[in-house]
């Protein structure tokens, strides 16, 4: 498995603290069947500026201290970017640091709201060649009340990945139902962990939470969906549906 969104980079944001906490996560994924993760350190958040050249160096270094410990995990450097008005503009400057050095860019909304200035910027993101992912916007406030919301963010080109611990529960029962939705009106094209150090990998679980309600071939889609963006590769999509108002038997 692939893990595209995982802060596994020791003492850069709320991830990993240290490099024995970087092991301890590398190993859990191992065990749990991931081979590869990216590295998505928070950047311009406002607690937290993680910037390009750093990571690549961060997990070039991480990748030497798997090698030396006999840990078979590769690290594949990414970063999370907080949406904000000039984001083009550090693109066209070589200041973000898409997935794997590829085109993928995974962007974080605010907690509270979505910023009114959203879709001209995504918009403008794949003028300039690049491919916005939004991550876990699920557990974003405004997005749980107006879900189609996201609709047209992803009509209009944008790709979405929910966290593994939403299909689960972990942030309680309206993520959990507003991620099936959203999975069901073809609005996620991606799971992962977004591990933390005080918030496991799931990624395991959340293939058996997927393969439960849905099937196998969702299992498929997700995971072929994971390789895609690390290869630089389209992704897999179905069309877009607005989200209907309807509970999804057997999980609540």
């Known amino acids: 498995m692939i893990d595209i969104h995982t802060h596994i980079l020791p003492g850069v944001d709320e991830g990993a603290s240290t490099m024995e906490d970087s092991m301890k996560m590398a190993q859990k994924a191992v065990k749990d069947g991931i081979r590869t993760v990216v590295a998505a350190p928070h950047h311009n958040n406002g607690s937290h500026y993680n910037y390009k050249n750093n990571i690549l160096i961060q997990v070039s270094e991480l990748n030497r201290?798997?090698?030396?410990?006999?840990?078979?995990?590769?690290?594949?450097?990414?970063?999370?970017?907080?949406?904000?008005?000039?984001?083009?503009?550090?693109?066209?400057?070589?200041?973000?640091l898409a997935v794997n050095e590829g085109d993928y860019v995974l962007i974080e909304l605010p907690r509270d709201h979505v910023p009114g200035y959203l879709n001209t910027l995504l918009f403008n993101i794949q003028v300039e060649g690049y491919r916005p992912i939004i991550v876990h916007p699920e557990r974003n406030e405004q997005i749980i009340e107006q879900p189609n919301l996201l609709y047209s963010i992803v009509r209009n080109g944008a790709f979405v990945q929910?966290?593994?611990?939403?299909?689960?529960?972990?942030?309680?029962?309206?993520?959990?139902?507003?991620?099936?939705?959203?999975?069901?009106?073809?609005?996620?094209?991606?799971?992962?962990?977004?591990?933390?150090?005080?918030?496991?990998?799931?990624?395991?679980?959340?293939?058996?939470?997927?393969?439960?309600?849905?099937?196998?071939?969702?299992?498929?889609?997700?995971?072929?969906?994971?390789?895609?963006?690390?290869?630089?590769?389209?992704?897999?999509?179905e069309p877009p549906q607005r989200v209907k108002k309807k509970k999804v038997l057997g999980i609540f």
Do not use: W
């Open 65 to 96: 201290q798997f090698e030396e410990r006999d840990i078979p995990l590769t690290v594949l450097p990414g970063q999370e970017t907080r949406v904000y008005g000039d984001l083009v503009e550090a693109l066209k400057k070589d200041e973000i």
């Open 162 to 237: 929910i966290t593994a611990a939403s299909l689960l529960g972990k942030y309680g029962s309206k993520v959990k139902k507003l991620s099936h939705q959203l999975i069901d009106a073809n609005l996620v094209h991606l799971v992962a962990s977004g591990a933390q150090k005080s918030r496991g990998l799931n990624l395991k679980d959340s293939c058996r939470e997927i393969k439960k309600h849905y099937d196998q071939s969702m299992v498929y889609y997700f995971s072929e969906n994971a390789q895609y963006v690390v290869e630089g590769q389209a992704l897999a999509t």
